[in-house]
């Protein structure tokens, strides 16, 4: 049995050593990847704007005002007011001079994607808008029905102001309006 023992010792010796010997002599090859992620750029700028008012004062026809005479009393600026460390503009003021109940202009407004993302308007907001504006002045945001902008494309929105019978005499209203853009992928598709 002894015999037996040492004849089973060796043989499992053996087996090792023979695999030990195939693993040590096995070949191999080792793959590797490199991987790099340039992420995009959201960025929009305001390239393009005009007020209607471009020679006899624009009316609010449907509460009944007019401008037969063609006069030309109300003036309307749209100017840039802050611009990125990049000189796009990215703020502009808008104001009316001289304005009065009936007086009604539309402001278009050119947004750029200038980014590497496409965009969407996620949300618009006022303020600085009293409630007494609400009742001297008529503001309407109307955007575009498809709001996503495609990098190096641009969208058209158009701000319409209309001064009330309620504005008083010698009175500044003034008001903000903010659009904020988010990649396309994060905006509700029921916007």
Same mark, same amino acid.
């Given at each position: 049995?002894? +015999? ?9 010796? +053996?087996?090792?050593?023979?695999? %030990? ?8 090859? /080792? ?35 007019? @401008? ?9 600026? *749209? @100017? ?7 000189? @796009? ?5 808008? !104001? ?16 750029? @994607?200038?980014?590497?993302? =496409? *965009? ?8 600085? %808008? ?8 008529? *503001?309407?945001?109307? =955007?575009?029905?498809? !709001? ?7 969208? !058209? ?23 904020? %853009? ?7 598709? /029921?916007?």
């Amino acid at each position: 049995m002894k +015999a037996i023992g040492k004849v089973f010792g060796i043989i499992m010796l +053996a087996a090792i050593l023979v695999g %030990f010997g195939t693993a040590m002599a096995m070949w191999s090859e /080792t793959l590797k990847v490199n991987v790099y992620v340039d992420t995009g750029e959201v960025k929009v700028k305001w390239s393009d704007w005009s007020c209607s008012d471009t020679g006899a004062d624009p009316q609010y026809t449907e509460a009944g005002f007019h @401008n037969e005479e063609r006069k030309d009393v109300a003036k309307c600026y *749209v @100017n840039p007011e802050i611009k990125d460390d990049e000189n @796009n503009t990215i703020k502009l003021n808008i !104001t009316l001079d001289n304005a009065y109940p009936g007086y009604s202009v539309d402001v278009t407004l050119v947004v750029d @994607n200038i980014g590497t993302v =496409p *965009v969407k308007l996620l949300t618009w907001n006022w303020s600085n %808008f009293s409630k007494i504006d609400d009742k001297a002045l008529l *503001v309407k945001l109307l =955007p575009p029905s498809d !709001t996503q902008i495609e990098p190096g494309e641009n969208s !058209t929105y158009t701000l319409q102001i209309t001064v009330l019978q309620a504005a008083n005499e010698t009175t500044t209203y003034s008001f903000d309006l903010e659009l904020e %853009f988010a990649q396309w992928n994060e905006v509700p598709s /029921t916007r």
